[in-house]
């Protein structure tokens, strides 16, 4: 067991007990029904619905509403979070579910305006983006190549992962319950360090793969099935397996940041920009006095205890600004900060330090 607030794990769904192996076995069902058969089509069409990714799209939204407001009954006297979860929840609603069903009824082709390549691969595939209108268009590819790598040097990858994306929401909302589980081990911190990277890998040259069948592939026909091979195996185990089976289906027994942490494209690039750029938990020096809340309620598996007991800075990767580790603290020790640095004779100068 993690040091801390130690009554968390006295509770049957969280302390990895039978209740919490029945309901990951129930959200696993739930995701390989939905993902890989048409179960959920004929309740769909039955609730006025246009199918099962409409009706996803529903439960998805409610589940993050629902625990939205379980997570600000909780927590909702730091500013900070009540900011983010509303923030969050908000982008769900109306970028990622209520616009593009508009955009349906509308006779457009849907578009998820929160959702981004990597993270969203199909929308560097030529036969996907270039069906939508221009300005569209140049949206997905100045957001995915300049505006979010560029946002993420100075802000940090929690601009998105915790205040934009869909599946940071839903693990912030509905899986707050489940934060603690999430391994601290060094072994897991290796498995992750070369996962997510690899995973990016795979998604820059299923990327390239798919773009190269656009424009050559109806010249070799051998190359198309094998794009087409590559495009579709993507899809079921990255966008499906690795993101929804075991992404969702394993909150109850391994902490609600699975995908986050070990597989999504997107974090990779983002984490690659926040290793280098100007966010960082800073730590009051001496001030730690290792009761571990902190690590025992980060969700990207941090151990924020030694880092603050060591009177180091936290600038990880993996750190998705959630602030958790700052709320808990019972001495105020950890502060969530963007520094600009000035450089004077070759060294870094601290100008101020502005916590967001």
């Not at 900070?80 to 955009?103: D, E, H, K, N, S």
């Not at 809340?293 to 603050?308: H, L, P, W």
Request: hydrophobic share 45%; charged share 15%.
């Amino acid at each position: 067991m993690q040091a801390g607030l130690m009554d968390t794990y006295r509770r049957p769904l969280q302390k990895r007990g039978a209740v919490a192996w029945v309901l990951c076995a129930a959200l696993v069902t739930f995701y390989l029904l939905v993902y890989y058969t048409d179960a959920f089509e004929r309740p769909a069409h039955r609730l006025g619905l246009g199918g099962k990714w409409t009706l996803y799209g529903v439960l998805y939204t409610l589940a993050m509403v629902a625990g939205g407001i379980y997570f600000l009954r909780r927590h909702g006297n730091s500013r900070y979070q009540r900011v983010r979860t509303i923030t969050v929840v908000a982008v769900q609603v109306v970028l990622a579910f209520a616009l593009p069903i508009v955009m349906k009824v509308l006779g457009r082709q849907e578009y998820y305006f929160s959702y981004f390549w990597p993270l969203k691969i199909e929308y560097f595939y030529p036969s996907v983006i270039l069906q939508q209108p221009f300005l569209i268009v140049i949206y997905s590819f100045l957001g995915s190549l300049v505006a979010f790598p560029l946002v993420g040097y100075f802000l940090g990858k929690r601009f998105y992962c915790s205040w934009i994306c869909g599946c940071g929401g839903l693990a912030n909302t509905a899986g707050d319950p489940f934060r603690h589980l999430s391994d601290k081990s060094p072994e897991a911190w290796r498995f992750e360090k070369a996962s997510i990277y690899t995973v990016l890998g795979i998604a820059v040259v299923t990327t390239v793969i798919v773009g190269l069948n656009w424009a050559v592939g109806r010249q070799h026909p051998s190359f198309s099935s094998f794009a087409f091979g590559v495009q579709r195996w993507y899809g079921l185990v990255v966008g499906g397996f690795f993101s929804g089976v075991l992404g969702v289906g394993l909150y109850p027994l391994m902490g609600t940041r699975v995908w986050c942490r070990f597989a999504c494209p997107m974090a990779a690039v983002l984490g690659m920009m926040q290793k280098f750029g100007r966010f960082r938990i800073t730590v009051k020096k001496d001030m730690c006095i290792a009761c571990g809340n902190c690590s025992t309620y980060c969700e990207m598996g941090i151990d924020v205890r030694a880092y603050a007991m060591a009177n180091e800075d936290v600038k990880r990767a993996a750190c998705v600004g959630c602030g958790m580790c700052a709320h808990v603290c019972p001495r105020g020790v950890l502060r969530l900060e963007n520094r600009p640095l000035r450089w004077k004779a070759g060294q870094p100068i601290r100008v101020y330090a502005v916590d967001l």
